[in-house]
């Protein structure tokens, strides 16, 4: 994965779905993997979530701290990473995962939704590459990958706002991509279709149907098939790709 026999991992929204899949598909000996998670109406049950992907990822013998840290809040990102470099020194991998959604058709939409949706997956991106992008550029490595959607590519009526974060998610990559692939740092997006979590756990029957009908495979995604779309961007198999859309979502997307 990089030229260090250790390597330090950073994954935000690591406590459940996706995220979670990520940090196990990451974990090996030798790597230590910091994630955070927020939870911010549940702060006891997230922490046994955020408890059960220590576990899954100790279990696959690597280190790991989950950190609580809102990735909306400019201070809560920086200590998370101050952390991080304190204890290492060093970023090898970010993967940017943590997203949530607050639908509503455009004409309804609350600024206080739109404003949300884009800090949390748009702006905190910006900012956590800014800051792994210094350490990888004075390393020489490192792999970057964003967590998009589909929908960032295709569009999706009723989700302005998280639509627009995953396309600017998309733009972002690339343009990071070109800034620092002089300096060996690889970054590449990941757009999932439609996978079985929280997320999607909390659309009706119809709307799963009509979802899962779009879909060539038949079948739903899992959280560890998009895990392996970025286990393989993280490898040195990976090595001449950036600036890349990998795309996990059954055929949906052509
Ligand atoms: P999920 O099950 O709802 O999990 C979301 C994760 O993000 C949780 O670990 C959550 O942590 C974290 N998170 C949310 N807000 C946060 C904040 N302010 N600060 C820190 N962490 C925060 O969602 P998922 O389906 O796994 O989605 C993961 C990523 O994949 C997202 O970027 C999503 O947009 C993208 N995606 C998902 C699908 C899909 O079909 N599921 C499709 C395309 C793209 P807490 O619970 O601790 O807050």
Redesign the pocket.
């Known amino acids: 994965m990089t030229s260090s026999a250790t390597r330090t991992v950073v994954v935000?929204?690591?406590?459940?779905?996706?995220?979670?899949a990520i940090c196990t598909s990451l974990a090996e000996p030798g790597t230590t993997l910091f994630f955070?998670?927020?939870?911010?109406n549940d702060p006891e049950g997230?922490k046994a979530?955020?408890q059960e992907t220590e576990k899954q990822v100790t279990d696959k013998g690597a280190e790991v701290q989950g950190v609580w840290?809102?990735?909306?809040s400019s201070d809560d990102l920086q200590a998370f990473f101050d952390r991080v470099l304190d204890a290492t020194g060093r970023i090898d991998v970010l993967v940017n995962?943590?997203?949530?959604?607050r639908d509503s058709l455009l004409v309804r939409m609350k600024d206080a939704d739109w404003d949300l949706v884009m800090d949390?997956?748009l702006k905190?991106a910006f900012r956590t590459m800014r800051i792994a992008a210094r350490t990888m550029m004075k390393q020489r490595s490192g792999r970057i990958v964003n967590?998009?959607?589909?929908?960032g590519v295709i569009g999706n009526a009723g989700q302005a706002n998280?639509v627009a974060s995953?396309a600017g998610l998309i733009g972002l990559t690339k343009t990071v991509a070109r800034e620092v692939a002089p300096k060996g740092v690889l970054v590449n997006a990941v757009?999932?279709?439609?996978?079985?979590?929280?997320?999607?756990a909390v659309l009706s029957e119809k709307a799963r149907n009509t979802m899962l009908s779009q879909v060539p495979l038949g079948r739903p995604?899992q959280?560890q098939d998009?895990a392996a779309a970025v286990k393989f961007l993280c490898s040195e198999e990976s090595s001449y790709l950036t600036g890349q859309v990998l795309h996990v979502s059954g055929g949906m997307f052509m």
């Open positions: 935000t929204g690591g406590s459940r779905g996706i995220g979670r955070n998670y927020f939870s911010p997230e979530a955020a840290a809102d990735v909306a995962n943590a997203g949530i959604t949390i997956n905190a967590i998009a959607s589909i929908v998280y995953k757009a999932p279709g439609f996978i079985e979590t929280d997320m999607t995604g959280p998009v």
